[in-house]
């Protein structure tokens, strides 16, 4: 006998602001039908909740209760200078920009200069038609609402010299769902580095919403690197989806920080389909109050001859949690490779919670694996060294607290932007309570 679930509150407004929203949704009957399926998928998965095993630890189910009405392009008239406020450290990254607003495209708000060698465009004019994506709930989710996203073209054997940032911002009294796609396609011999940016204009609602799905191909050779930063949203939800895919002798070099969001759940799923990439993927995650932080990644390892490495480090105050889902698959002709992961903690109050959960499927007899996890509390001998030597304890504090998490920003290689990941860093730390 079949039990049929009732559907919650969230899901039931979900589908019934999707057939509000369609007819002003852009893309022709064609994209309309895609969107059609996606929504009905949706219902018929509901939103994923702990008995499905890769979201044990984040029952949407009973966490989104409220979605918000998808974003009509409203928040319109902002100014650069309101861009540069919401920037924060990254207003003084030399940088060309493409910008969305609420989850539309902003030209005004854009500057391309020092990007010519690459094709920049919005999904908006680009809507001919779109692609499923996966089949779980958020993708499906995302590919019914989505509005807009950044479609990059990076010719083979080209080398973009500033990094190419890709702003979604989200701005306005009432809260709003964003759901944006990035389409990003790097050629063979390609090098670029690319930064997505999730930020909230100041005196906006602190109860945006976001879904954002990205993927990327790197063609053979290519060097790649891809940030993510997430800051500054008060009780925000984040859901995002990376999907990557590398080819031959392909690196790639993937960072995602996320701080000041309620809730958080960053996906990654890397696939190899060629011999001799390398792929390294990092993060930061910082967490307060009663923040819901989680990460889950799947390396897959389908060729031989590759390596991965994978490195997250979190500070979690107040009643924060955070969680890091990794699993590498090594297939069973993916001989020869070297697959490494860590996932560490540091905690700052007694009430904060990590959860890790490692995993290697191991398919193939010649292969080089290992993970591991931490959790630790700030060494109250090197803190007592500090003062000893008249460095205040918050300064001392954050020090040590900055230091936990260097090796992981360390990974990036560009300097000013490894500049304003650590400042935004800073500056959360500096704003804990004492």
């Known amino acids: 006998m079949s039990v049929a679930i009732m559907k919650t509150k969230a899901e039931l407004a979900l589908a019934e602001q999707f057939q509000s929203a369609l007819p002003a949704l852009p893309g022709g009957p064609e994209v309309a039908k895609v969107r059609q399926q996606a929504i009905a998928t949706f219902g018929e998965l509901g939103l994923p909740h702990r008995r499905i095993e890769d979201w044990k630890y984040t029952d949407l189910r009973t966490a989104f209760k409220d979605p918000a009405p998808p974003s009509a392009g409203d928040a319109a008239k902002l100014t650069v200078g309101d861009l540069i ?108 580095t690319l930064v ?9 609602s602190p109860d ?10 790197a063609g053979d050779r290519a060097s790649i690197t891809h940030v993510k930063a997430a800051s500054d949203g008060g009780r925000a939800t984040h859901l995002s989806n990376w999907i990557v895919a590398l080819g031959a002798g392909t690196l790639y070099r993937g960072f995602q920080m996320t701080s000041g969001l309620a809730l958080v759940r960053n996906e990654i799923a890397a696939l190899y389909r060629g011999e001799h990439a390398k792929l390294d993927i990092s993060g930061v995650f910082l967490g307060r109050s009663n923040d819901h932080i989680d990460t889950t990644l799947t390396v897959d390892h389908a060729v031989p001859h590759c390596e991965s490495r994978e490195l997250f480090a979190g500070v979690l105050d107040g009643r924060a949690r955070g969680i890091f889902q990794g699993k590498i698959i090594v297939r069973p002709d993916a001989q020869k490779t070297d697959g490494k992961q860590m996932a560490r903690a540091m905690m700052l109050s007694p009430d904060a919670e990590f959860d890790s959960k490692p995993e290697l499927e191991i398919y193939a007899d010649d292969v080089v694996c290992g993970h591991g996890s931490t959790v630790a509390e700030i060494d109250e001998d090197l803190l007592f060294y500090c003062q000893a030597r008249g460095i205040p304890a918050d300064e001392a504090r954050a020090m040590l607290v900055e230091s936990f998490i260097g090796e992981a920003i360390e990974r990036v290689e560009h300097e000013g932007l490894r500049h304003c990941l650590m400042q935004t860093a800073t500056a959360w730390l500096n704003a804990l309570p004492a």
């Open 196 to 204: 997505e940016l999730f930020i909230t204009l100041p005196g906006s």
């Open 85 to 192: 406020v919401a920037l924060g450290p990254y207003m003084d990254l030399d940088a060309p920009r493409i910008v969305f607003v609420n989850g539309h495209y902003r030209r005004p708000l854009s500057n391309l200069a020092g990007a010519e060698a690459v094709i920049v465009s919005p999904l908006s004019e680009k809507f001919e038609r779109l692609t499923p994506a996966q089949s779980d709930a958020v993708t499906s989710l995302n590919t019914a609402f989505v509005t807009d996203g950044a479609v990059i073209t990076i010719p083979a054997g080209v080398t973009l010299e500033k990094p190419l940032l890709i702003v979604s911002l989200t701005a306005g009294k009432d809260a709003r769902l964003s759901t944006v796609r990035h389409q990003i396609d790097a050629g063979a011999d390609a090098r670029a």
């Open 208 to 217: 945006q919403q976001t879904n954002t799905l990205t993927t990327l191909t």
